[in-house]
């Protein structure tokens, strides 16, 4: 089998399941020798802030000496993201090797009438492949939720990791705070550790903490008055964080991703490392430093041009746009700000446009490539209708580069939405854009 008839076999599975559970990706695994027994994993849920949180760590404990492999979704880079080792993507035939050795165990099932979906083999390839490289830890993002994710098979992990939550999926998850946190809080696995982002929406933390009382986990909130801010901006920020438990009781921290909201997201990493240290792992302080200033994550918040100033985000939620506009008012004042936007029609487009579209000068909007977006011209009308200057556009590179010649060499290009405009627009940027200095 091919790397490019492994993805096909991948893609041809549906993207849900016929009916909720974890039985059945349970049984798949089991099937293909149980690679989630012979592996530790740190498991992350959450709305915002897994995929930076998971990368902090990961790259964390690679540099702390431990082979360490990272599962993320979606991906934006290529398909082969989803799976890494020591921030290395899986060879092609590697991943081709192991799909034909599951795939057979998948149609098996079909015949038994026990539907195995994408995501389900996605996550089946991934274990075995981290198993079979003996990776000594695994840091691990749901997809969807926590309670019924594929991932909630394995066992207590090392850590469970609650990041920010938000309103999104409510039509799956729920429609309030509350209803999608207990969601997420189904990673929580009896007597384990779970660490929690901070500050959480009203209710939040403490439902989470309720929880993990009632599992018997010792609860971490991850306290950022723990953090003294030195500077923020577009090249990331520079704090201090001061704990116990770390050598001297401080560590002089620094990270290139952009936003207050890292902050937190790194606080919530660094609560994690704590308590894995507890349980015996060995990361140093220098580790921890270099982890975190040497973290790459595309498309979030991340800066691709200086003139004009690019940024390149994937927010579509509510807590996403709330954590890029604070990012836009204290980076971008005063600066001329072209926005291009593309969303899927089944997320909170309202509250999203609420809180981003006042703040750029005009709005160029695309349709994202996959069957839930909504039209360009559609997006555009919404737009338009709040007051905000909009206009569709059919190609990504005209609309990129539209936006940098209304912005101008002084002033920003903001492109957020879909992570599937993300990843589209990503490419288009650095495939064609003759200015590659940041």
């Not at 079909?110 to 990776?135: D, P, R, S």
């Not at 901070?198 to 309720?210: F, K, W």
Request: aromatic residues 6%; hydrophobic residues 40%.
């Amino acid at each position: 089998m091919t790397y490019q008839e492994a993805v096909e076999k991948i893609n041809s599975l549906l993207v849900f399941g016929s009916k909720p559970g974890l039985e059945r990706v349970a049984e798949l695994v089991e099937r293909i020798g149980s690679p989630d027994k012979r592996l530790r994993f740190v498991h992350i849920a959450g709305t915002n802030g897994k995929g930076s949180t998971c990368a902090l760590l990961a790259n964390t404990l690679k540099y702390a000496g431990y082979k360490t492999g990272m599962f993320i979704s979606p991906y934006v880079l290529e398909f082969r993201e989803r799976f890494q080792i020591n921030g290395e993507m899986i060879p092609e035939n590697r991943l081709a090797s192991v799909v034909e050795e599951i795939f057979p165990v998948v149609e098996a099932m079909k015949q038994e009438g026990k539907i195995i979906t994408e995501f389900e083999l996605v996550l089946a390839a991934a274990l075995q492949w981290y198993a079979q490289e003996q990776c000594d830890v695994v840091v691990l993002e749901t997809g969807l939720g926590g309670r019924f994710d594929a991932t909630n098979i394995i066992n207590t992990p090392l850590a469970s990791v609650i990041t920010s939550v938000s309103l999104d999926h409510t039509a799956i998850l729920g429609d309030t705070y509350r209803k999608i946190a207990f969601e997420k809080c189904g990673i929580i696995k009896e007597g384990g550790v779970t660490v929690a982002y901070s500050p959480q929406q009203e209710g939040v933390t403490e439902l989470i903490a309720d929880i993990a009382a009632q599992r018997h986990n010792r609860f971490i909130p991850a306290d950022t008055r723990a953090c003294t801010v030195h500077e923020t901006g577009l090249d990331g920020s520079h704090f201090t964080f001061v704990h116990s438990a770390l050598d001297g009781g401080s560590i002089d921290i620094r990270i290139p991703l952009i936003g207050e909201h890292q902050i937190h997201n790194a606080a919530t990493a660094l609560y994690t490392i704590i308590a894995l240290r507890e349980q015996g792992m060995h990361i140093s302080d220098a580790a921890v430093q270099e982890g975190f200033k040497t973290v790459f994550f595309p498309a979030r918040l991340e800066k691709l041009r200086s003139r004009p100033i690019v940024l390149l985000d994937g927010a579509h939620n509510p807590g996403g746009a709330e954590a890029l506009r604070k990012a836009i008012t204290e980076n971008l004042g005063g600066k001329k700000i072209i926005a291009v936007t593309g969303m899927l029609a089944d997320k909170d487009v309202e509250s999203v446009l609420r809180l981003l579209a006042p703040l750029f000068d005009r709005i160029i909007t695309l349709t994202p490539d996959n069957p839930r977006a909504m039209t360009a011209q559609e997006l555009s009308q919404r737009i338009s209708r709040s007051g905000t200057p909009a206009q569709s556009e059919e190609d990504f590179y005209t609309a990129y580069q539209n936006a940098c010649l209304t912005a101008g060499n002084d002033g920003a290009v903001v492109i957020f939405g879909s992570l599937y405009l993300a990843s589209d627009m990503r490419r288009v940027i650095t495939e064609h854009d003759m200015d590659k200095t940041v």
